[in-house]
């Protein structure tokens, strides 16, 4: 009897031009071993609806075609349920995508033919799941303003990023490790679980998806000078050897937010929280990943 694949399809992400019909055409090439049903997403009650058709079909195998908060919508739906998950990146940035090793389409169906099925941690944040990253600051603003002019793509958010990043203010923050009170100010706070943003910005240099543990990265450059050496970090992979930059790696903390900065998590707003709570889900999920994808090779739970 032939595997089942679900393929979630979210036809409003990002810019891709990738139809519903050309999308379900390559995965019955691609998937030939499986049976696939294409499911779309409606933005109405979607999370009742996938939990309803993964119980119905029940399949062996989930594709989500979208970008990373299609992924989460998904993950969300399915959490602790442990079927493979497999992401088709059809976003705007995909940064999710890159972390698990999977920056187009073809990585997503060399994915499924390798079939390495790899624990992948998530990161409870006041009850929220994060895959990925959220963040205080700098970034949570630029996603905001996204928002409000209705930008999609690269280029609406790359348009606002610079008079962001020199009129952003730094704020204080507290941050609790173990009892630990840590005072901090700030222009961007990261609680990272993977290593990069959509854009290639790789802000936490050697964090690990399936470690059991999530990074905590304080950012607060000053000078041109500063946003330079940062801005060339990211993109070098190196910014843990750029000094003033402050990172924690836990299992659990608390976050204190007394001058409101805005908050954001895997890309969605979530307002000027006043503190968070975060905590590893070690191995929550099991995602297909690519060739590029970085693991610590520990054994599961």
């Not at 920056?103 to 998530?122: C, G, L, Y």
């Not at 070690?282 to 690519?290: I, M, P, R, S």
Request: net charge negative.
């Amino acid at each position: 009897m032939a595997r089942k694949c679900l393929l979630i399809y979210n036809p409003f992400s990002g810019n891709d031009s990738t139809t519903e019909v050309e999308l379900l055409e390559m995965a019955k090439v691609k998937l030939s071993d499986f049976e696939v049903e294409l499911w779309k997403t409606t933005g109405e009650h979607d999370e009742s609806k996938i939990l309803a058709k993964y119980e119905e079909f029940k399949p062996d195998l989930v594709m989500i075609g979208g970008g990373d908060g299609t992924v989460k919508l998904v993950a969300k739906c399915l959490h602790r349920k442990q079927t493979p998950l497999c992401v088709l990146p059809l976003g705007s940035a995909n940064g999710l995508a890159k972390c698990l090793g999977i920056n187009d389409i073809v990585d997503s169906w060399e994915a499924v033919r390798d079939f390495d099925i790899h624990p992948i941690d998530a990161i409870d944040i006041n009850g929220e799941l994060c895959l990925h990253l959220a963040d205080f600051g700098i970034n949570a603003n630029l996603i905001q303003k996204f928002e409000q002019e209705e930008s999609r793509g690269m280029l609406g958010y790359v348009k606002n990023s610079f008079s962001e990043i020199f009129g952003t203010e730094a704020k204080s923050f507290r941050l609790t490790i173990a009892e630990k009170a840590i005072e901090l100010r700030a222009k961007m706070i990261v609680i990272a679980n993977g290593d990069q943003y959509g854009t290639g910005a790789i802000v936490n240099c050697k964090g690990l998806m399936d470690d059991g543990k999530f990074e905590i990265i304080a950012l607060n450059p000053e000078t041109v000078e500063d946003y330079i050496r940062m801005t060339m970090a990211f993109f070098k992979g190196d910014l843990d050897q750029v000094e003033g930059i402050k990172t924690w790696a836990v299992e659990e903390c608390q976050l204190l937010n007394p001058e409101g900065a805005e908050f954001q998590i895997d890309g969605e707003m979530m307002g000027t929280v006043e503190s968070i709570t975060a905590k590893i889900q070690k191995h929550a999920f099991q995602f297909l990943v690519g060739k590029s994808f970085a693991a610590c090779h520990t054994s599961s739970d």
